[in-house]
């Protein structure tokens, strides 16, 4: 059964990003949006199957490194969820309007989502010290420019 309560109790349990050491992970598809498989809340990963939430409890696997670049992002940005996601939502509204160009574009030139998806497939990109950092180069950039890095 869907709880659409679930989320908003988490964010009022949620601990600052670097007291963070492991994400947990449930699943709850009712905040999810069709065609995407999971989501980093206040240091919870919420996945859209039970299945993916299985495959992502404990173990290292690329999304769940994607989740976990997007708490090393959280820690970057004072250390805090509510800057985290003002931030991401700002990204996210100066980048609408090339949604015109690019399906999701506003979701896919999000300085935070370029780097998750650039590295989600280095599993030892976490380790990194510079992990979490390099959001704030891509933040420099026009949208514009942005897509031209995935035209690449």
Same mark, same amino acid.
């Given at each position: 059964?869907? &709880?659409?309560?679930?989320?908003?109790?988490?964010?009022? @349990?949620? #601990? #600052?990003?670097?007291?963070?050491?492991?994400? $947990? *992970? *449930?699943?709850? !598809?009712?905040?999810?949006?069709?065609?995407? !498989? %999971?989501?980093?809340?206040? $240091?919870?990963? *919420?996945?859209?199957?039970?299945?993916? %939430? %299985?495959?992502?409890?404990?173990?290292? &696997?690329?999304?769940?490194?994607?989740?976990?670049?997007?708490?090393?992002?959280?820690?970057?940005?004072?250390?805090?969820?509510?800057?985290?996601? %003002?931030?991401?939502?700002?990204?996210?509204?100066?980048?609408?309007?090339? &949604?015109?160009?690019?399906?999701?574009?506003?979701?896919?030139?999000?300085?935070?989502?370029?780097?998750?998806?650039?590295?989600?497939? !280095?599993? !030892?990109?976490?380790?990194?010290?510079?992990? $979490?950092?390099?959001?704030?180069?891509?933040?420099?950039?026009?949208?514009?420019? @942005?897509?031209?890095?995935? #035209?690449?």
């Amino acid at each position: 059964m869907k &709880n659409p309560l679930r989320l908003p109790l988490l964010m009022l @349990r949620s #601990r #600052r990003p670097s007291r963070i050491k492991e994400m $947990g *992970v *449930v699943c709850d !598809d009712f905040w999810l949006r069709r065609g995407y !498989d %999971a989501l980093t809340f206040f $240091g919870t990963v *919420v996945a859209a199957t039970p299945e993916m %939430a %299985a495959s992502m409890q404990g173990k290292r &696997n690329r999304l769940k490194n994607h989740e976990t670049i997007h708490l090393r992002q959280a820690q970057d940005t004072h250390d805090s969820w509510l800057c985290f996601y %003002a931030l991401y939502l700002w990204y996210y509204l100066k980048a609408l309007p090339m &949604n015109r160009r690019l399906k999701n574009a506003a979701y896919v030139l999000n300085p935070f989502e370029l780097e998750a998806y650039r590295h989600m497939n !280095d599993l !030892d990109y976490t380790n990194d010290p510079r992990c $979490g950092t390099e959001w704030r180069r891509y933040a420099r950039m026009k949208p514009r420019e @942005r897509l031209s890095l995935l #035209r690449l």
